[in-house]
T-cell receptor, first 112, second 108 residues
Framework: DTGVSQDPRHKITKRGQNVTFRCDPI?????LYWYRQTLGQGPEFLTY????????KSRLLSDRFSAERPKGSFSTLEIQRTEQGDSAMYLC??????????FGSGTRLTVV | QKEVEQDPGPLSVPEGAIVSLNCTYS??????FMWYRQYSRKGPELLMY????GNKEDGRFTAQVDKSSKYISLFIRDSQPSDSATYLC????????FGTGTRLTIIP
């Protein structure tokens, strides 16, 4: 296993379109996290799963955002009706314990 | 007020210098303290983590935590140009809360 994998690496979409990102965590990790990072800022927490259960969602996660982790394996993050303010790097991380958070390389979203 | 405060820099130092990076926090519930390094257009990479107050050393890197002052530091000795990156502090309480990141440049 080579780490956390995210797809696509870069997505350009028109305002109002829906987009979906995928994250494949390290196989033995039971926790999976989504973060959003804008230029010059640290990553901001969006949501996390323990196995297939979504345990916490940030207030940053508006109704246009939805995340799933079917069967506790890979996860998807969907953004509906994208806005220019959604342009950011979306990072996925997985962990087995409270110290080993491993991040993927991220999906860079550009809304035009 | 943000839960984690970090000076965004940028910080430029000559090769071989000692670098000091710092963060303060306000949430006493944070239990683990981490430092991540992030290169441009890449995900953060874990450098070190600490749990209790005190120092932890790993090669040229030393992480320091003072829970009574809610202050953490990362020291880099004998800095190298390859250390040029953004350094993020992160605090853990069931999830990570990050600082803004400090952009560091080591000048050859």
């Amino acid at each position: 296993d080579t780490g956390v994998s995210q797809d696509p690496r870069h997505k350009i979409t028109k305002r109002g379109q829906n987009v979906t990102f995928r994250c494949d965590p390290i196989s033995e990790h039971n926790r999976l996290y989504w973060y959003r990072q804008t230029l010059g800022q640290g990553p901001e927490f969006l949501t996390y799963f323990q196995n297939e259960a979504q345990l916490e969602k940030s207030r940053l996660l508006s109704d246009r955002f939805s995340a799933e982790r079917p069967k506790g394996s890979f996860s998807t993050l969907e953004i509906q009706r994208t806005e220019q303010g959604d342009s950011a790097m979306y990072l996925c991380a997985s962990s087995l314990d409270r110290t080993g958070y491993t991040f993927g390389s991220g999906t860079r979203l550009t809304v035009v | 007020q943000k839960e984690v405060e970090q000076d965004p820099g940028p910080l430029s130092v000559p090769e071989g210098a000692i670098v000091s990076l710092n963060c303060t926090y306000s949430n006493s519930a944070f239990q683990y303290f981490m430092w991540y390094r992030q290169y441009s257009r890449k995900g953060p990479e874990l450098l070190m983590y600490t749990y209790s107050s005190g120092n932890k050393e790993d090669g040229r890197f030393t992480a320091q935590v003072d829970k009574s002052s809610k202050y953490i530091s990362l020291f880099i000795r004998d800095s190298q140009p390859s250390d040029s990156a953004t350094y993020l502090c992160a605090m853990e309480n069931e999830k990570l809360t990050f600082g803004t990141g400090t952009r560091l440049t080591i000048i050859p």
